[in-house]
């Protein structure tokens, strides 16, 4: 997955590119891209574009410039839909997406299971079995509804369709949910015909092994995935928080939970240049960033204090939206891009 704001995709000396690409970009120059090449276009906020394959997360984007995030492919796609599944593929790449109306269903543990249920039946019916990365959006995701919060109730019908794999594990992807302000219960995915690579981070316990505290079925989600394609890997890091082993730190400092933020990913980072022999060395190296935070009125530090750390160059993206515990005030994913 190259990513990029609308500059010309990275191509290496083989001439080998990823299969994907994901920019940061106006609405106009979305309109200029070739219609059969683009996968999704997402948009943040409370209004929708009026572009072919978009669709909304209720985020407010935060700062002066407002940008949609749009996926092409280097190949030409399918279209279709599968009840409540619709989809974009090409021989490499399968992208789905699931909104569900929650008042369908008698709870969201119901709703979870049915969306993860359905997504996990159809991947491997279309043999695109292998999940590489996937978002969940929902709101109130810090509520507590009959004496459980939401996002436990979230991860409960999540596991169980999980849980009807073997080992399942060691084949989950990388992952991000975050609180909406409003609106549907929204899935979207990006899964391959072959298996990308789990890392999981020393500093954190795996969210697969949280102990009982945090609800009685663990988030099922790995710490990133690392996926070869031919002539490029991508490094797909999940929403990562101020979490060290399984607790939150720093409370009520937004500035230190970025730095721990930060020292997660390098964490990662490390691990992937040590152990996976990847040629990464800081978070300079990170080709994109979103950044989640919880309050509107720590968007100016926090971008004043990430700049510092990563720089101008970076392509970031700050919208504002709940983070999975309460005690959590931001959490950021990135993706990065190899050659080899």
């Keep these: 997955m190259s990513i990029a704001t609308i500059n010309?995709?990275?191509?290496?000396?083989?001439?080998?590119?990823?299969?994907?690409?994901?920019?940061?970009?106006?609405?106009?120059?979305?309109?200029?891209?070739?219609?059969?090449?683009?996968?999704t276009v997402i948009n943040f906020g409370a209004n929708p574009l009026n572009i072919d394959n978009?669709?909304?997360?209720?985020?407010?984007?935060?700062?002066?410039?407002?940008?949609?995030?749009?996926?092409?492919?280097?190949?030409?796609?399918?279209?279709?839909?599968?009840?409540?599944?619709?989809?974009?593929?090409?021989?490499?790449?399968?992208?789905?997406?699931?909104?569900?109306?929650?008042?369908?269903?008698?709870?969201?543990?119901?709703?979870?299971?049915?969306?993860?249920?359905?997504?996990?039946?159809?991947?491997?019916?279309?043999?695109?079995?292998?999940?590489?990365?996937?978002?969940?959006?929902?709101?109130?995701?810090?509520?507590v509804s009959n004496s459980l919060?939401?996002?436990?109730?979230?991860?409960?019908?999540?596991?169980?369709?999980?849980?009807?794999?073997p080992e399942f594990e060691h084949i989950l992807p990388a992952a991000t949910a975050i609180g909406t302000h409003e609106g549907?219960?929204?899935?979207?995915?990006?899964?391959?015909?072959?298996?990308?690579?789990?890392?999981?981070?020393?500093?954190?316990?795996?969210?697969?092994?949280?102990?009982?505290?945090?609800?009685?079925k663990s988030p099922s989600f790995a710490?990133?995935?690392l996926k070869h394609w031919p002539g490029v890997t991508q490094f797909f890091i999940s929403g990562t928080a101020s979490v060290v082993g399984h607790e939150t730190l720093h409370e009520d400092n937004v500035l230190?939970?970025?730095?721990?933020?930060?020292?997660?990913?390098n964490a990662l980072i490390t691990s992937v240049r040590d152990i996976h022999q990847q040629p990464i060395r800081d978070l300079a190296g990170l080709s994109l960033m979103k950044v989640y935070i919880r309050h509107l009125e720590d968007y100016e530090v926090v971008k004043k204090e990430l700049l510092q750390?990563?720089?101008?160059?970076?392509?970031?993206?700050?919208l504002q939206g709940n983070i999975c515990r309460s005690n959590l005030l931001l959490e950021i994913e990135a993706i990065a891009e190899f050659e080899h």
């Excluded at 995709?9 to 083989?14: I, K, R």
């Design 149 to 165: 919060e939401r996002y436990q109730s979230f991860c409960q019908g999540r596991h169980q369709a999980f849980a009807k794999i």
């Design 8 to 39: 010309p995709p990275l191509e290496s000396a083989s001439n080998q590119r990823a299969p994907l690409e994901i920019l940061l970009t106006q609405a106009d120059h979305i309109r200029s891209l070739d219609p059969s090449k683009v996968i």
């Design 54 to 143: 978009s669709f909304n997360i209720n985020l407010p984007c935060l700062g002066d410039n407002v940008q949609s995030e749009v996926w092409t492919a280097q190949d030409n796609l399918v279209s279709g839909s599968h009840g409540n599944i619709e989809f974009r593929k090409n021989n490499e790449i399968l992208f789905c997406k699931i909104c569900l109306d929650e008042s369908n269903f008698e709870s969201l543990f119901q709703c979870s299971n049915y969306a993860y249920s359905s997504i996990i039946n159809f991947i491997i019916q279309n043999e695109f079995p292998h999940l590489l990365r996937i978002w969940n959006f929902f709101p109130g995701i810090n509520k």
């Design 309 to 318: 750390r990563v720089g101008n160059e970076m392509p970031i993206i700050y």
């Design 184 to 216: 549907k219960f929204t899935i979207y995915l990006l899964t391959s015909t072959n298996a990308g690579i789990q890392v999981e981070n020393p500093r954190q316990t795996s969210a697969y092994h949280y102990p009982k505290q945090y609800g009685s």
């Design 256 to 265: 230190n939970q970025l730095d721990e933020t930060l020292q997660n990913i």
């Design 223 to 225: 710490r990133a995935t």
